[in-house]
């Protein structure tokens, strides 16, 4: 029986492919005393249901959908999650909730060798993985703009960035307006593309593609969408999300176990499992 005990909770959560992906890494490692494992937590019972894994040693939690945002009622939220407005790690030694997705995204950019500090981004979206995203970028010296389909929306993002994080100098475009800014990267933050939707890409039609930027998509279902294509067409680098997927948990592993995990190993057994 391990000792050492981590998961996910989340509702409906029998489809997380976090268990895998961690559970792998615990193997490959020799980490024998370590497990992860899915809770299902209604969102009614979310406070008893945390009391759960505390109670029993967990170690930590990554939280997945629908308890991102309530859940930063009963941690210490840090800055990231305070400026991403979610909570999708905690640590119960300190019960500080974090968010790994914004360190995640931008470590799969850096690992890809995607010049960030001084470029213009362009962020697709703005819910809450544009919200990691912008945060990410901005942090690392990007200059970011973002389109949304809701302009209010993408307002209300900007507005949220600079009152928690002191982040400023964020606009919000139009597509059109987008289309010749002359960002070098497009981020889709967007679930425009996501399968069963494999045909369908944020960047509609009757504008010019702009050639030869990067593309970074964080839609990881299908491997290669429809705006992915379209960027190559144009001569361009596209990036699917799976990297960023397993460099968000590997940071919430490295946080809870000290050890640094497998990256190579976590993706291929995302890759296998989607
Ligand atoms: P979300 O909060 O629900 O936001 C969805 C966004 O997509 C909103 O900006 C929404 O615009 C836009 N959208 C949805 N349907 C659209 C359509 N038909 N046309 C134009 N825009 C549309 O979701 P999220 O949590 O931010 O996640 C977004 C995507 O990122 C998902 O596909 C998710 O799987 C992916 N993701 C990947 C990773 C990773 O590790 N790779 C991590 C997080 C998320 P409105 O505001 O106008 O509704």
């Not at 979310?46 to 930063?72: C, F, Q, S, W």
């Not at 930027?213 to 964080?218: A, E, L, P, R």
Request: charge should be neutral; glycine fraction near 10%; charged fraction near 20%.
């Amino acid at each position: 029986m391990p000792s050492k005990r981590v998961g996910v909770i989340g509702f409906p959560v029998e489809h997380s492919l976090s268990p895998i992906m961690h559970n792998a890494a615990f193997e490959a490692l020799n980490m024998r005393d370590w497990h992860y494992d899915a809770m299902s937590i209604p969102p009614d019972i979310l406070r008893l249901g945390l009391r759960e894994p505390r109670d029993h040693g967990y170690i930590g939690i990554n939280v997945t959908v629908p308890h991102k945002e309530a859940i930063m009622q009963y941690v210490r939220p840090d800055e990231k999650a305070r400026a991403i407005g979610a909570v999708n790690t905690v640590d119960f030694r300190s019960n500080i909730g974090t968010n790994t997705d914004a360190d995640g995204f931008i470590k799969d950019l850096r690992a890809h060798d995607v010049h960030i500090a001084g470029e213009r981004a362009l962020v697709l979206g703005a819910g809450g993985a544009a919200r990691a995203a912008v945060y990410g970028l901005a942090r690392a010296g990007a200059k970011v703009a973002i389109v949304n389909r809701t302009e209010s929306r993408a307002e209300a993002l900007v507005r949220h960035l600079r009152a928690s994080a002191g982040i400023g100098g964020v606009d919000v475009k139009t597509l059109a307006e987008a289309a010749d800014w002359g960002m070098s990267l497009i981020v889709n933050c967007t679930s425009v593309g996501l399968h069963p939707h494999i045909d369908q890409s944020p960047w509609i039609q009757d504008l010019p593609f702009p050639a030869g930027i990067t593309v970074y998509d964080m839609v990881y279902r299908p491997a290669n969408t429809a705006l992915m294509r379209q960027c190559v067409a144009h001569g361009g680098r596209a990036i699917g999300g799976l990297g960023m997927l397993a460099r968000q948990g590997a940071i919430a592993f490295e946080l809870w176990t000290g050890v640094a995990p497998p990256i190579d190993l976590m993706q291929r057994v995302l890759q296998e499992a989607l």
